[in-house]
């Protein structure tokens, strides 16, 4: 039985939220992000971007179409914004991405329209259906089938949020740049040095370098991040 309510006390620690403020705060409905790498819609307005004071308010702009999350509209004020997802306010043309701070909080970082049309989602596993087609898993839900297998498990790309579709790839490979997403360095962005057997990598961050799980991380680009993944804080 999926439990109705949620005190503030017992939120994932990745919500930078007063937690004496009230007892009780807005539980998520299921969705494709991880509950601790997601937020509800009605506290990312309420209490990180601060653009609106109640839910009933949240409830509106939901009923007017004014709200958007990665181009879609949504029906509830308990959806759960994940990781990388866009909020966007068609009527004042104001886009917002859910990154992570570098202490390791949920937060929401203003972006470009340019920038609002794209994330980067990573692949997770690979189903295969009938007659012989494959399918691409990805961290946030999405899937779809491809023509070739180019990808291994562990690899990102940037997808097109508007066209549904793979912009480019990035590869998980030496000197490739990933942000962690859970771990000690959550918020951080690392450089692969090398990859060892398994589901283990080594990755200079801050100044040292680690052996991780390929879980702990997200490949985000090469040379630069392809959109913004994080804030300093």
Known sequence: MVKAHLKRLAAPRTWKIPRKKST???????GRSRFELGMPISVILKEVINLTKTTREVRYL?????LLVNHKEIKSHKHLVGLFDVISFPSINKHYRLVLSTKGYLTCKEIDEKEASYKIIK??????????????????GTNFIVK????NVGDGILFDLKNKKQKNEIKLEENTLV????GAHMGHIGKVKSLS????????VENSTKEVKKDFIIPIGKEKPLITVNVEE
């Open 197 to 204: 057997k398994g589901s283990r990598l080594f990755v200079n």
């Open 123 to 140: 692949l997770i596993n690979k189903t295969y259906l009938k007659g012989g087609k494959l399918q691409y898993n990805f961290n946030d």
């Open 62 to 66: 939901i009923y007017n179409k004014q």
């Open 148 to 151: 070739e297998d180019k990808l």
């Open 24 to 30: 009780w705060i807005t539980r998520p409905l299921p």
């Open 179 to 182: 942000i962690f997403i859970a």
